[in-house]
Nanobody, 115 residues
Framework: QVQLVESGGGLVQAGGSLRLSCAASRSIFSINAMAWYRQAPGKQRELVADIRSGGITNYAESVKGRFTISTDNAKNTVYLQMNSLKPEDTAVYYC?????????WGQGTQVTVSS
């Protein structure tokens, strides 16, 4: 099993930055892939970014060039650096780990971007 704990959400003005953190309960070397998803009110949960073995990353078109996913293997932590935030980035952001063919989720952290 994998427990995930997110932090770093909050309220920020448009154009600002936030960094989300996701601490995993086991070494992320052992996890196939880690990702950030988000869910806005009334919308489906969507993939924001993911990172796989070898550091291969993938981003949603809407965040390319603004968001960066990265890992700190010594801390078993995945980060999402979010720059140039827009009101449409407002959502609950969830950390995800894909481990032994199962998805594990954190509790979510709210990001609100005011215009």
């Amino acid at each position: 099993q994998v427990q995930l704990v997110e932090s770093g959400g909050g309220l920020v003005q448009a154009g600002g930055s936030l960094r989300l953190s996701c601490a995993a309960s086991r070494s992320i070397f052992s996890i196939n892939a880690m990702a950030w998803y988000r869910q806005a009110p009334g919308k489906q949960r969507e993939l924001v970014a993911d990172i796989r073995s070898g550091g291969i990353t993938n981003y949603a078109e809407s965040v390319k060039g603004r968001f960066t996913i990265s890992t700190d293997n010594a801390k078993n932590t995945v980060y999402l650096q979010m720059n140039s935030l827009k009101p449409e980035d407002t959502a609950v952001y969830y950390c995800n780990a894909y481990y032994y063919s199962r998805d594990y989720w954190g509790q979510g952290t709210q990001v609100t971007v005011s215009s």
